[in-house]
């Protein structure tokens, strides 16, 4: 079966940064896109970030949603079967729970109904 397990969550300071993980197994990582949403209390689960399947072949293509961007970098290592999330300058308003999701295809899409699968979270509490 799928499964996909975020670790490196945490509480943090404003002003740092944090290097979250996702190591998948169960399927052929290399063949879909991946990406990172957040949920915080009380609010829809948001997109923070996307990256292109490594089979399409051509230049990296990554997608950030505008809460973050500037301040984050979405990679993979397809040796490890392992997704990454790093965010700078951490906010209070970035407090919430990351969640590692798997797309139905190759492109980084923005939506959470093009994800198959979901890791069950890690928390991320920035303090100020």
């Known amino acids: 079966q799928v499964q996909l397990v975020e670790s490196g969550g945490g509480l943090v300071q404003a002003g740092a940064s944090l290097r979250l993980s996702c190591v998948a197994s169960?399927?052929?990582?290399?063949?879909?896109?991946m990406g990172w949403f957040r949920q915080a209390p009380g609010k829809e689960r948001e997109f923070v970030a996307g990256i292109v399947a490594p089979i399409w072949g051509s230049a990296v293509n990554t997608n950030y949603g505008d809460s973050v961007k500037g301040r984050a970098t979405i990679s993979r290592d397809v040796a490890k079967n392992t997704l990454y999330l790093e965010i700078n300058s951490l906010k209070p308003d970035d407090t919430a729970v990351y969640y590692c999701?798997?797309?139905?295809?190759?492109?980084?899409?923005?939506?959470?109904?093009?994800?198959?699968?979901w890791g069950q979270g890690t928390q991320v509490t920035v303090s100020s």
């Open positions: 999701a798997t797309s139905h295809q190759m492109f980084a899409t923005t939506m959470t109904s093009d994800y198959a699968y």
């Open positions: 169960g399927y052929i990582f290399s063949n879909y896109a």
